[in-house]
């Protein structure tokens, strides 16, 4: 069954950095594209960054591009959100989420295709 665990997040001044992981420990995830979300509080779930099954092409939100890197490594069945120069608005609950085409990355595709939701893992950036 698919099911996807994030983990790494936590507290951080803004200007910080972080890494969350999203592994799945049942299935594997090379065949799959996978989204970052997050949702903060009283506010949609909105998408942050996508990556192919091969990692080989990404997509981010205006929000977040330049300071956030998305990649895979397919030989630990992981996929990393590096995140960079952390901001206050950041805060919020970081979900991953599998999609069985490399499309996502292209073009914008609804939430309910993605599978595999983890619990998330919450990313805090204050002073």
């Known amino acids: 069954q698919l099911q996807l665990v994030e983990s790494g997040g936590g507290l951080v001044q803004p200007g910080g950095s972080l890494t969350l992981s999203c592994t799945a420990p049942?299935?594997?995830?090379?065949?799959?594209?996978i989204g970052w979300f997050r949702q903060a509080a009283g506010k949609e779930r909105e998408g942050v960054s996508w990556?192919?099954?091969?990692?080989?092409?990404?997509k981010y939100a205006d929000s977040v591009k330049g300071r956030f890197t998305v990649s895979r490594d397919n030989a630990k069945n992981t996929v990393y959100l590096q995140m960079n120069s952390l901001k206050p608005e950041d805060t919020a609950d970081y979900y991953c989420?599998?999609?069985?085409?490399?499309?996502?990355?292209?073009?914008?595709?609804?939430?309910?295709?993605?599978?595999?939701w983890g619990q998330g893992t919450r990313v805090t950036v204050s002073s």
């Open positions: 990556i192919t099954s091969s990692g080989g092409t990404t």
């Open positions: 049942e299935f594997n995830l090379k065949y799959n594209a």
């Open positions: 989420a599998a999609h069985r085409s490399d499309i996502v990355v292209i073009q914008t595709r609804p939430e309910s295709e993605f599978e595999g």
